[in-house]
């Protein structure tokens, strides 16, 4: 079987850890001390729009699995007048993000599981950039590729997708190795303290049944064949990848570099 499935592909989000309170708030409280590389995630991300959308009037930005708000709260201090779809199955999630985008406009907040997203469309409009972050693993790989389907067909011409996530390494030699890189992180922010009181999430990350990763490479290539561009992996440290794609214009000028282009541009080579 290609990629990650479960016996139930239709995950009940209410069923997962993400619907238990006391999960959810332990995520918001502690996340940036056991996320590696957070900021600078969301920083390539920001520029990524910054690049490809800012230009554009009023430009319509869908933040897929919001939690607490960060990414568009983040993303509006630079760029104040945009306007942003929030969705999130989870209630909690959305009022802590609702309370932390009180004073901006043009936000809407949808509680929805991805799910509900892809049978019945509930936003029903275009966007010219979808973001998600650290919540699409928790789709089998069939529900991952309805997920990339439902973004390719909502993306407007020139839009981008930017998904920052957890990936599966290509081998158990690779995922040893990256699961121990996320330990050496989490051991160098540790404070005084509290000095090892988050070592043991990666191990937790693998034990948890929510947590459903895909290979990179396999991602990679449902967005290519849905018909995304520019698909590259721009951000990555072990397991957590920035990877993007985008919707092309009509007009293109948009060649590929194939291998023996890239050979014959690569400096080293
Ligand atoms: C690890 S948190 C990430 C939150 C935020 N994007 C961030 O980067 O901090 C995962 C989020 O995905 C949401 N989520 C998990 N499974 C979901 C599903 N099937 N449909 C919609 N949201 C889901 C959870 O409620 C949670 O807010």
Redesign the pocket.
Known sequence: MEGSERGNTL?K?EE?R?ADSNF?QD?RDN?DRYLPFRDQFIQVAKLGYKNFISKKNAASILDL????G??IYELAKASPFLNATL????SE?LSVAKARLSNKENIDFIK????QISDSDPLNKKFDFIY????IH??SFSEKKRLYSYIFDHLSPGGYFFNYDVVLSPTTMLEEWHLSLWREWIKSHSTIEVPNKFLNIPSKYKSNPDNVPDTLESQIKVLRNLGFQNVDCVFKYGIFSLFVGSRSKEKDNNSIHSDTDSAALHPCR
Do not use: I
Not at 87 to 90: E, F, L, Q, R
Not at 112 to 115: D, E, I, N, T, V
């Open positions: 995950a989000f997962s993400w959810s995520y996340s699995g919001c939690g607490d960060l990414f969705v999130d199955a989870s999630m929805a599981s991805f799910q998600s972050s650290l919540a928790h789709l």
